[in-house]
C-alpha cells in the first residue's frame, strides 16, 4: 500500500526576498531546522518539488536544489519512484535541546595556557614620532603593481603550484647575491629560506634548536617578540646587558652551561642602536664554539645606515657555520608584504626545511615573484638609495629639533635605523609620559618596557622619524618637550 504525501505544511518556510541571502539558502536552513525541532517528523513525506514552489512562489529548480542539499547532509532521503522523506535521525538530536553547561575555562595545552598568560602587549600607537614607522609612500606602487601584473597575467605551472619549503628559487639566488655584496654574508641560495617576515624565522630557530628548559642569551634591552618566541618554545630567555659597546657577554657573569643560543643585532642593537665591535664578535665566536652553541644574528634594519656603507655581519666571520642570520624586507617596503629570509648553515638545513613544511609551506609565490623581479631588476636597491636620502634628511631634522627643544637629554647612538632613543633622568615616569604625548598627538614609546631584567632598566623614549616630514619634526618635538616639561622633568 502506498503512502500518499501529506497536504502543504500549515507553517510554510518564510522567505525573505528582500535580503542578500539567496531564496535556496533560506530554504534549506528553515526545513532542517524543522526537522531538527521535530516539526518535520522521520519518515514524513514532505512536499513535492512542484507544490512547494507553487505555493512559496519560487521556481521549482529553487526547491529541487534544496532538496538535494538536504539529502546530501543526511535530513532527507530520496527513493526511486517514491516520495522524499524525512530522514530518520537520532533522537538525542530532535526536540528542543538546552545548551550544555560551559566549562569555567576551556582545557587548552601547556603552551596554549602560557600564552593566555601573557600580559597583552597593546598595538603599537601610530601616530608622529612612533618607532618603526615607515615612508611607505616613498614606495614605488605603480613599479610593484606591474611586477605583480605580470606575474598574475603569466604565472606559469611554478607559481601555480606548491613551492619548495624554502620558498621560490629565483628570490633565494637574489637574497644570496644582495647579502653577499652589501653584508659579506657567505651563502648559497640553497641556505637561503623565504619566511613569512622575520618573526617566523625567530618561531623557527626557537622550535628547531631548543629543548623546553634550554638557556637563550638575550639582549637587555631587547625585541620583545624574540622573547616571546623563546619563552613560547618552552626556552628561558636569559637577559644579557647592554652598555655603549652593546651585548656584552663578560658583564653576564657566569653562562649557564646548557645556554644554547645567543640572539644578537650586532649591526645596529635594538633599540638602542650601539654597534657591536670587532672584539665582542670574536667573542662571541669562540663562546659558541667552546661550547657547541648557535648564534642568531637579527639584521632587522642595517639597510639603513647613514655613516658609510652597511656593515659586514657577523655571520661572515664565522669559520664554524654555528651563525644564523635573519633579516626582513617589510622595512624598505611595507609590512603587510610579510616577507624576510634566514640563511642556515648547511647542516642545519634539512631539520629547518622539515619545520618549514609544518608552518605553512612557504609565502605567497606571486609575491615571492614579484620582488625576485624586483630586485633582479634593480629597482630594490634603487629605492634603498631613495630611502636613505630620505631618512637621513628626517634623521637630521630630528637631531636638530631635539638639540633646540631638549638640549640636556642625551641621545643613544644612531648611525642606522629608523628610531632614535632618547634617555630621561633617573625617576622620570616614561610610561606616564607616553601617555601624555598621546593625548598630544604623539607617538613615541616607553624605552623601560623594552628591558627584561629590573636591574637593567633605564627609562627613556623611542622615536620613529622615517614616515614623518622633515618640516614637521620640529613641531612634534617642541610639542614632546612640553609633555615634558608638565611631567615634571627638568629642561634646559
Known amino acids: 500500500m502506498s503512502r500518499r504525501r501529506p497536504p502543504l505544511p500549515v507553517s510554510l518556510p518564510s522567505l525573505d526576498r528582500s535580503s542578500h541571502e539567496p531564496l535556496q539558502r533560506q530554504l534549506v536552513a528553515q526545513l532542517r531546522e524543522a526537522v531538527l525541532a521535530g516539526r518535520l517528523a522521520p519518515d514524513t513525506a514532505v512536499p513535492s518539488t512542484r507544490a512547494l514552489a507553487a505555493a512559496l512562489g519560487v521556481s521549482r529548480n529553487t526547491v529541487l536544489a534544496a532538496y538535494d542539499q538536504l539529502t546530501a547532509e543526511g535530513y532527507l532521503v530520496a527513493t526511486s519512484g517514491s516520495a522524499t522523506r524525512v530522514a530518520e535521525l537520532?533522537?538525542?538530536?530532535?526536540?528542543?535541546?538546552?545548551?550544555?553547561?560551559?566549562?569555567?575555562?576551556?582545557?587548552?595545552?601547556?603552551?596554549?595556557?602560557?600564552?593566555?598568560?601573557?600580559?597583552?602587549?597593546?598595538?603599537?600607537?601610530?601616530?608622529?614620532?612612533?618607532?618603526g614607522a615607515l615612508a611607505v609612500d616613498a614606495f614605488p606602487f605603480h613599479l610593484w603593481g606591474r611586477l605583480i601584473g605580470q606575474r598574475w597575467r603569466r604565472p606559469g605551472r611554478a607559481l601555480t603550484s606548491a613551492l619548495p619549503p624554502a620558498g621560490l628559487p629565483a628570490l633565494r639566488a637574489q637574497v644570496a647575491a644582495f647579502l653577499a655584496s652589501t653584508r659579506a654574508v657567505r651563502a648559497t641560495p640553497d641556505q637561503v629560506l623565504i619566511v613569512s617576515g622575520s618573526q617566523q624565522a625567530l618561531d623557527l630557530v626557537a622550535r628547531v634548536l631548543l629543548d623546553p628548559g634550554d638557556v637563550a642569551l638575550v639582549e637587555d634591552p631587547g625585541y620583545h617578540g624574540l622573547h616571546d618566541a623563546l619563552a613560547f618554545a618552552g626556552a628561558r630567555p636569559l637577559p644579557i646587558p647592554v652598555d655603549a659597546h652593546g651585548f656584552d657577554l663578560a658583564a653576564a657573569g657566569a653562562v649557564p652551561e646548557d645556554a644554547r643560543l645567543a640572539c644578537v643585532t650586532p649591526s645596529h642593537q635594538f633599540p638602542l642602536g650601539m654597534t657591536l665591535p670587532l672584539d665582542r664578535r670574536l667573542a662571541l665566536l669562540d663562546w659558541a664554539r667552546r661550547r657547541d652553541a648557535w648564534l642568531l644574528e637579527d639584521d632587522y634594519d642595517a639597510d639603513f645606515r647613514y655613516a658609510g656603507r652597511p656593515l659586514a655581519s657577523l655571520q661572515s666571520l664565522d669559520p664554524d657555520g654555528r651563525t644564523l642570520y635573519t633579516g626582513t624586507f617589510s622595512r624598505a617596503t611595507f609590512a603587510s608584504l610579510r616577507l624576510g629570509y634566514l640563511v642556515v648553515p648547511d647542516r642545519l638545513l634539512d631539520a629547518f626545511l622539515a619545520a618549514r613544511r609544518l608552518a605553512d609551506t612557504h609565502p605567497s609565490s606571486v609575491a615571492q615573484a614579484a620582488l625576485a623581479d624586483?630586485?633582479?631588476?634593480?629597482?630594490?636597491?634603487?629605492?634603498?638609495?631613495?630611502?636613505?636620502?630620505?631618512?637621513?634628511?628626517?634623521?637630521?631634522?630630528?637631531?636638530?629639533?631635539?638639540?633646540?627643544?631638549?638640549?640636556?637629554?642625551?641621545?643613544?647612538?644612531?648611525?642606522?635605523?629608523?628610531?632614535?632613543?632618547?634617555?630621561?633622568?633617573?625617576?622620570?615616569?616614561?610610561?606616564?609620559?607616553?601617555?601624555?604625548?598621546?593625548?598630544?598627538?604623539?607617538?613615541?614609546?616607553?624605552?623601560?618596557?623594552?628591558?627584561?631584567?629590573?636591574?637593567?632598566?633605564?627609562?627613556?623614549?623611542?622615536?620613529?622619524?622615517?614616515?614623518?616630514?622633515?618640516?614637521?619634526?620640529?613641531?612634534?618635538?617642541?610639542?614632546?618637550?612640553?609633555?615634558?616639561?608638565?611631567?615634571?622633568?627638568?629642561?634646559?
Open 374 to 492: 624586483f630586485m633582479a631588476e634593480g629597482h630594490y636597491e634603487a629605492h634603498l638609495r631613495r630611502l636613505r636620502a630620505l631618512y637621513t634628511e628626517r634623521r637630521g631634522a630630528l637631531h636638530a629639533a631635539l638639540a633646540a627643544h631638549l638640549p640636556d637629554h642625551p641621545l643613544a647612538p644612531s648611525d642606522a635605523g629608523v628610531n632614535q632613543v632618547v634617555y630621561l633622568p633617573p625617576g622620570v615616569d616614561d610610561l606616564a609620559l607616553v601617555r601624555r604625548a598621546a593625548k598630544a598627538g604623539l607617538a613615541p614609546a616607553p624605552l623601560s618596557t623594552y628591558y627584561a631584567a629590573p636591574a637593567h632598566v633605564r627609562p627613556g623614549l623611542i622615536l620613529g622619524f622615517a614616515a614623518t616630514p622633515a618640516s614637521e619634526l620640529p613641531a612634534h618635538v617642541g610639542r614632546l618637550a612640553a609633555c615634558l616639561a608638565a611631567a615634571g622633568a627638568p629642561l634646559a
Open 90 to 131: 537520532p533522537q538525542a538530536l530532535l526536540g528542543p535541546r538546552e545548551p550544555a553547561p560551559v566549562a569555567a575555562a576551556p582545557r587548552l595545552s601547556q603552551r596554549a595556557a602560557w600564552l593566555t598568560s601573557l600580559p597583552v602587549r597593546p598595538h603599537r600607537a601610530q601616530g608622529p614620532l612612533a618607532p
